[in-house]
């Protein structure tokens, strides 16, 4: 099989979080090249009328737990953090920075901001303790700042947004296997259906 999936994402995502942490396991099973496509939730949410789930108190407290069961199922750590949900912006300009200009460490990025916002529900609201999991993992904070405050970075991402918005996407994570689409985490078994198709 050599068909490849698109993964649209935001890191304050708990569900993309989820499906990030299947990937791997995911990609090694159906063969499929992946296209990761950062995007800024929010943007989406108030392009297309859509909130997060968890503005809903019987929404969220349902999702909350839903959640839990497939990280149970998973062997998957989810916790979350102070003022959730949060505003990613800057983390996303960072993403799709890192992905523009130092693609080898785009991926190590995405892995460690999923990890201390899901993982170990770290408080990224904080900067000294971004600057504390950027170095943790390799990355020199003044460097990540920097990339993330430029315009041309930002203009990027909100290229990604948009095009995520016209092609009907209003939650993370998505999914598109060719004109196909699939929203959310627990619809990864028709992602696999699709690439088989």
């Known amino acids: 099989m050599s068909k490849q999936l698109e993964f649209w994402f935001d890191l304050g995502s708990p569900a993309a979080y989820l499906a990030w942490k299947r990937l791997p396991k995911f990609l090694a099973r159906t063969g ?3 296209a990761y496509k950062p995007m800024l ?3 989406v949410f108030k392009a297309q009328g859509n909130a997060s789930p968890v503005t809903i108190p019987a929404k ?4 909350f737990g839903d ?9 998957v750590p ?3 953090p102070p003022g959730f949900p949060i505003n990613t912006l800057t983390l996303m300009r960072a993403a799709i920075g890192l992905q523009l200009r130092r693609p080898e460490r785009f991926l190590p990025y995405v892995g460690a901001m999923f990890d201390a916002i899901f993982g170990q ?3 990224l609201r904080d900067e000294k303790v971004v600057a504390e999991v950027l170095s943790k993992a390799g990355f020199d904070p003044a460097e990540i700042s920097a990339l993330a405050a ?14 995520a918005v016209a092609r009907g996407v ?3 994570p998505t999914f598109f296997v060719g004109d196909q689409m699939f929203w959310g985490q627990d619809r990864m078994d028709f992602v696999a259906e699709a690439l088989a198709a």
């Open 32 to 34: 499929a090249g992946v």
């Open 41 to 43: 939730l929010g943007g």
């Open 60 to 63: 969220g407290k349902w999702l």
């Open 67 to 75: 959640l839990a069961r497939y990280a149970r199922r998973d062997g």
């Open 78 to 80: 989810l916790g979350y």
């Open 121 to 123: 529900a770290r408080d």
């Open 150 to 163: 430029d315009p041309e970075v930002k203009q990027a991402l909100i290229r990604n947004t948009e095009e």
């Open 170 to 172: 209003f939650g993370a």
